[in-house]
Every structure is written in structure tokens, then in C-alpha cells.
């Protein structure tokens, strides 16, 4: 992957326009959760220390294309990002048409371009628009890189001068010592509610890696396929088969799908539902699984703890239930405890680290869901494509 980097590039005085990944939870006008404002700050203290006239633009929420909503607004955004960085961050509404006059050193935050009928389409004249603000692109949101959007795509293709900001690079960086070049063994833990969501995840990193972990509703359907009853729990029967099938594959390529030996099952979905232990083959006919017994969770644990690489996508249990969150309590853990580089993504995957606090203690954590299973799939992202294809112009 080669591309230009922020740091590459001389910006004092320069135009610089930031496409950031700010869609944060939203409640009552307040930021709820920050951890993607804070993951960008850096590019913005860098363009900000250089002397540039710094704008950033995002999207928020799922307003209808073109229409300006207030509950979809980066009011409350500005606002979390003016406190971070200590002085008053403009929202800017209308710079379409008139670019917004900016000073050396100030940075603007340009509202959601969600706003902007032909956004989601990567329309041109759109694109062309977004391009003419300024004299330097940079794509820092990763969370949005597997998009062809007019502002993820097409503005860079269009503007001057077009780069990676540092958390994409970062973000990349990340992705390629984990996949690229990974320190065997390698580990990958996949959780989830359907095997259909992730199937092709699963298929991808069967053959790459050296053991293969199923966590939370996935796991259901592959100890259906393992020969064991799995009661009311969440299984896709229709893919069974195809469970079975990738465990075929994983073992001929080397590797193995380990299959939980006990469970912990409840009769229904319930914050107040009792947790009962239970070997595999005791799962009754109206039990449901809900998490990985204590045997299994040592187990995986310990496969963790020689593991030369951990990638982490999903929590292993129904862990928002704190009866039903040993198992992925026990692999948090063995992730922070562990030598290997471990690098985690996906939104699931983070509230469990900040539940269990181990956020300082993972080494390398995506803000990305969608792009960082994509860019686990091995598929092209079309942001990190055009930055790929700026850099060789």
C-alpha cells in the first residue's frame, strides 16, 4: 500500500480539508460517546500546529439525503470539539456555494454532508464542489473507507492534493502488521448473532489463520454442525452445512474451528434470567445457549495467551447480561494479558473492552465495523483505492 501521508506534506497556510469519521451516538443534544472525536484529534492538532486553515466535514445518523434535520445536526459535535481543543469550533452551514473564510490556525466543522443531495451517490459536480474548497484532501475515516461517497471518494479524487490523515494510516498500518505480515500463531475470534453476516469473513480467514474462533450466535450454528442439539438458541439450520463445510476447510488447510465443550444456557432472553452451566451434550430442548461455559472460555484463553497475533471481531456471549458474560470477560483478559499483537474492531467488540477495562492494554484498537471486516474479507476500499491511485499520478 502506498499513498501519501499527512505527515508527508507542507501545510502551513494551505486549505486543508478533512473528510473525519464523527458519527457519534447523539442523546438529548450531548456527544454520548466519544471515542471517535477523540481517535481524530491528532490530525487536527497536526494541520492546526502547521499553520493550515483547517475544515472538517462528517456524516451523522441516517437523515434523508438533502434534507436538513436537526436531530441529525454536527451541533453537538462542534461543541464536544471545541471543549477537546479549547477554543470554539464554528459549524459551518452552507459552504457550497460561498467556501467559508478560514483563518491560519482555525479549524470549522462543515455540517453533515449527509445534507447534500448526491452524497451517498459519489455524485461529480458533488465531488467537484467539495475538491474546490481546498488545496489539500485528507481521508481520515476509515469507519466510511469501504463507501464510494462524494466526500470518502470523490473529493479526493478531485482535489488538488489528496492524502491519508494519521488515523487512517494508522488504522492501515494496524490491518497490515495483523493480515500482511502476522506473528504465527495466529488467532481470530469471530462473534456475532448470524453466520450469514459474517460468512464470508469466516471464509476468508479459515485458510489464513491457525485457529479460527466462534463466538455468540454464530457459535450456536457451528455446534449444530459439530453433531451437538443447540435447544431454542439462535442457529441458522440452513447453514449448517456450510458450518460444517468451513470446518473441513480450516482443518485441511492446518487449522481448526475449536467448539465449545460447555455452555451456559437460560430458557429466555432476559436480564433476570438465571445462568445455568452445562456440558454441549446436555443442551435441553427449550434451553438456549447464551455463553461459553468456564472449560471452553480456559481453554480459549489459553490458546490466546500463546498466540502470536489476535484479531477480534465480536464478543463471544450475550455479555450486556452480566450472567452471561464470563465467557467473553475471560477472553478480554486473556487479550490483555497476552504478548501477541492484538488488534480489535467492530462496535460490540468495544463496549466490551471499555466493560471490562482493557482499553489501554489491546494493542491496537479499530474504530471501523463495517471497513474493518471488509478489509479482513481482503475487498478493495474504494477511499483507501483512490488514495492508492492519487499517490501514482
Known amino acids: 500500500m502506498s499513498f501519501t501521508k499527512l505527515t508527508d506534506l507542507d501545510l502551513a497556510g494551505k486549505r486543508v ?41 462528517s456524516h451523522l445518523g441516517r437523515p434523508e439525503e438533502g434534507v436538513y434535520s436537526e436531530e441529525n445536526s454536527l451541533a453537538p459535535v462542534a461543541a464536544d470539539l471545541g471543549a477537546k481543543l479549547g477554543r470554539e469550533v464554528r459549524l459551518v452551514k452552507d459552504y457550497l456555494e460561498t467556501a467559508p473564510e478560514v483563518a491560519e490556525g482555525e479549524l470549522v466543522l462543515l455540517e453533515n454532508v449527509r445534507f447534500n443531495s448526491g452524497e451517498k451517490k459519489d455524485d461529480e459536480a458533488l465531488s467537484k464542489q467539495y475538491a474546490a474548497l481546498c488545496d489539500v484532501y485528507v481521508m481520515d475515516a476509515f469507519g466510511t473507507a469501504h463507501r464510494a461517497q462524494a466526500s470518502t471518494h470523490g473529493a479526493g479524487k478531485f482535489a488538488p492534493t489528496a492524502c491519508a490523515g494519521l488515523l487512517l494510516a ?47 450466535g454464530i457459535a450456536n450454528t457451528f455446534i449444530k454442525a459439530a453433531g451437538h442439539q443447540v435447544g431454542k438458541s439462535l442457529c441458522e439450520d440452513d447453514l449448517v452445512a456450510t458450518a460444517k463445510a468451513l470446518m473441513e476447510k480450516a482443518e485441511a488447510a492446518g487449522a481448526s474451528i475449536p467448539i465449545a465443550t460447555d455452555v451456559v444456557v437460560g430458557k429466555r432472553f432476559d436480564e433476570n434470567e438465571p445462568a445455568v452451566q452445562k456440558q454441549v451434550d446436555e443442551v435441553a430442548d427449550d434451553d438456549m445457549i447464551f455463553d461459553i461455559g468456564p472449560d471452553s472460555a480456559a481453554a480459549l484463553a489459553a490458546i490466546i495467551q500463546q498466540a502470536g497475533t489476535v484479531i477480534w471481531n465480536g464478543p463471544v456471549g450475550v455479555f450486556e447480561f452480566d450472567q452471561f458474560g464470563a465467557g467473553t470477560k475471560t477472553i478480554s483478559l486473556a ?58 499520478a
Open 170 to 216: 494508522e488504522e492501515l498500518e494496524a490491518l497490515k502488521k495483523a493480515l500482511a505480515e502476522p506473528k504465527r500463531p495466529m488467532v481470530a475470534i469471530v462473534g456475532g448473532s448470524k453466520v450469514s453476516t459474517k460468512l464470508t469473513v469466516l471464509e476468508a480467514l479459515s485458510t489464513k489463520v491457525d485457529q479460527l474462533v466462534v463466538g455468540g
Open 17 to 57: 480539508l478533512i473528510r473525519s469519521d464523527l458519527n457519534v451516538p447523539v442523546k438529548n443534544g450531548k456527544v454520548t460517546s466519544d471515542a471517535r472525536i477523540t481517535a481524530s484529534l491528532p490530525t487536527f492538532e497536526h494541520c492546526l500546529k502547521a499553520g493550515a486553515k483547517v475544515m472538517v466535514m
Open 335 to 392: 487479550i490483555a494479558e497476552t504478548d501477541a499483537f492484538t488488534l480489535a474492531g467492530g462496535g460490540d467488540t468495544i463496549a466490551a473492552i471499555q466493560k471490562y477495562d482493557i482499553y489501554d492494554r489491546v494493542s491496537y484498537i479499530s474504530t471501523a465495523g463495517g471497513a474493518f471486516l471488509e478489509y479482513l474479507e481482503g475487498k478493495t476500499l474504494p477511499a483507501v483505492a483512490m488514495l492508492e491511485a492519487r499517490a501514482q
